[in-house]
């Protein structure tokens, strides 16, 4: 727990995209794996910071922090904590994976997908991210996507139609 709480402060003391921060970002990735690292990471409000990292910093980031961010993205977005988390409006998280998800690296696609997913278990998100357009851009992505994010994507707006909020235990 303490290696956690060290780690989540030393990326957000970190300024700018240094060895160090890209570091702690992988170590924080793997242990968000596990249950109890993860909810020390939402309590910590990890979502948040990284919502603002991809939001403000996106052209300054190594293709290693965008991947390792947004895995460890879907990793918290799994558990309902996280799930509240990214309801937060300031977080702008759809916002964030909105730019994201025509991303040219596979990975970062396939973990803004997964994120996508799991958060549209969420009506509140479902109902912003139809205001933000996300159907049109993601049926124009599936027109243009190879057969893997095409069938990615169907589940991603099958679940974004979805009438009632999902009761997904964590």
């Excluded at 300024?15 to 990471?41: C, E, V, W, Y």
């Excluded at 979502?47 to 603002?52: G, N």
């Excluded at 409006?89 to 803004?112: A, C």
Aim: aromatic content about 6%; charged content about 30%; glycine content about 4%.
């Amino acid at each position: 727990a303490d290696l956690v709480e060290t780690l989540v402060k030393i990326l957000k003391g970190e300024q700018g995209d240094t060895h160090l921060r890209q570091n702690a970002l992988g170590a924080l990735q793997k242990f968000s794996l596990r249950r109890k690292p993860q909810t020390i990471m939402i309590q910590l409000d990890l979502i948040k910071w990284i919502s603002a990292v991809l939001r403000n910093e996106a052209d300054q980031l190594t293709d290693y922090s965008i991947e390792y961010a947004t895995a460890l993205l879907m990793n918290l977005s799994l558990r309902d904590a996280g799930k509240d988390k990214c309801e937060e409006p300031d977080i702008q998280l759809l916002n964030v994976l909105n730019d994201l998800v025509e991303h040219e690296n596979l990975q970062v696609r396939t973990y803004v997908n997964g994120t996508l997913y799991s958060i549209f278990t969420r009506k509140k998100l479902r109902e912003e991210a139809k205001e933000l357009g996300m159907p049109e851009v993601l049926q124009y992505l599936m027109n243009q996507s190879d057969e893997q994010f095409q069938r990615q994507i169907q589940y991603i707006l099958e679940q974004l139609n979805t009438q009632d909020d999902l009761n997904q235990e964590e």
